[in-house]
Nanobody, 120 residues
Framework: QGQLAESGGGLVQAGGSRNLSCVAP????????MAWIRQAPGKEREFVAG????????SYGDSAKGRFTIFKDVSKNTVYLQMNRLKPEDTAVYFC?????????????WGTGTPVTVSS
């Protein structure tokens, strides 16, 4: 854990937006699928969004559909999560992960997480 570096978390009002970033080593970024996974206090980890290493397949968890967008910049080895129309229930620690799947399972590398708090 900790090979991926997230940033962008913080406090935001409901209805607002936040853009999270995750920088990965090149060997990881260009070889694995990248995903955002979150964990709210007292809850299990939840898959938010994922993008395959080609950039051709994108998947969203139900809570993210229509509000969040995952994309990556291959020149910067960075994957982003643009979050719009945030809700208090989006409050969680957001982890960046890399692995062979587009889900919470099968992730081989993790960041330490960046907390997002959405106030009502």
């Amino acid at each position: 854990q900790g090979q991926l570096a997230e940033s962008g978390g913080g406090l935001v009002q409901a209805g607002g937006s936040r853009n999270l970033s995750c920088v990965a080593p090149g060997a990881i970024f260009h070889s694995y699928n990248m995903a955002w996974i979150r964990q709210a206090p007292g809850k299990e980890r939840e898959f938010v969004a994922g993008i395959n290493w080609h950039g051709t397949t994108i998947s969203y968890g139900d809570s993210a559909k229509g509000r969040f967008t995952i994309f990556k910049d291959v020149s910067k080895n960075t994957v982003y999560l643009q979050m719009n129309r945030l809700k208090p229930e989006d409050t969680a620690v957001y982890f960046c992960a890399a692995g062979t799947s587009l889900s919470s399972d099968g992730m081989k590398y993790w960041g330490t997480g960046t907390p997002v708090t959405v106030s009502s």
